[in-house]
T-cell receptor, first 112, second 114 residues
Framework: GNSVTQMEGPVTLSEEAFLTINCTYTATGYPSLFWYVQYPGEGLQLLLK?????DKGSNKGFEATYRKETTSFHLEKGSVQVSDSAVYFC???????????FGSGTRLSIRP | DSGVTQTPKHLITATGQRVTLRCSPR?????VYWYQQSLDQGLQFLIH???????AKGNILERFSAQQFPDLHSELNLSSLELGDSALYFCASSPRGEDTGELFFGEGSRLTVL
């Protein structure tokens, strides 16, 4: 079945460090891929998305590229800030399905 | 503010009891999704409704049921509660044309079963 695997956290970085959170997926066909972010005490919100191979989603300095050959959608940011501390979820929606499947989430903490 | 409203925000109850969680989607959104977030199992898809009809069902227990009403609000009913049902329950809605994939989440209902 369809699934998403993302790196386990927590991840702790210093401010201005480079961030990578790995995400790989298993799906038939050509799924759409997403990164959602959950700030403390809030619901999830969409950070970025990509709907076809080689697409790059970007928002708020975060980027992720849809790599079909490696079935990956890694999240990157060049210089993190304390305000980026949150839980990040990789997700997919298979082309023939209505539901969105989420990974287990990666907690990110940024030290000043 | 996502525009999705969930009530109650917090609920404490005892094993064996029944509770109802309510969700009002964003204005105009026809799809409602329910997810369960627990510490050990991440975010689990429960069920999806579109304009009053069930569209997809995930790992939802038989003790749980849901429905979407004509005014598009949705309720998740949890019965014969067990300790393991303690979790954060999220509702999300999505715009008309369900292939966008973007979900708007409420702030969740935190259920504690004692």
């Amino acid at each position: 079945g369809n699934s998403v695997t993302q790196m386990e956290g927590p991840v702790t970085l210093s401010e201005e460090a480079f961030l990578t959170i790995n995400c790989t997926y298993t799906a038939t066909g050509y799924p759409s891929l997403f990164w959602y972010v959950q700030y403390p005490g809030e619901g999830l919100q969409l950070l970025l998305k990509a709907t076809k191979a080689d697409d790059k989603g970007s928002n708020k300095g975060f980027e992720a590229t849809y790599r079909k050959e490696t079935t990956s959608f890694h999240l990157e940011k060049g210089s993190v800030q304390v305000s980026d501390s949150a839980v990040y979820f990789c997700a997919l929606r298979a082309s023939s399905a209505s539901k969105i499947i989420f990974g287990s989430g990666t907690r990110l903490s940024i030290r000043p | 503010d996502s525009g999705v409203t969930q009530t109650p925000k917090h609920l404490i109850t005892a094993t064996g009891q029944r509770v109802t969680l309510r969700c009002s989607p964003r204005s105009g959104d026809l799809s409602v999704y329910w997810y369960q977030q627990s510490l050990d199992q991440g975010l689990q898809f429960l069920i999806h409704y579109y304009n009053g009809e069930e569209r997809a069902k995930g790992n939802i227990l038989e003790r749980f049921s849901a429905q979407q009403f004509p005014d598009l609000h949705s309720e998740l009913n949890l019965s014969s509660l067990e300790l393991g049902d303690s979790a954060l329950y999220f509702c999300a809605s999505s715009p008309r044309g369900e292939d966008t994939g973007e979900l708007f989440f409420g702030e969740g209902s935190r259920l504690t079963v004692l």
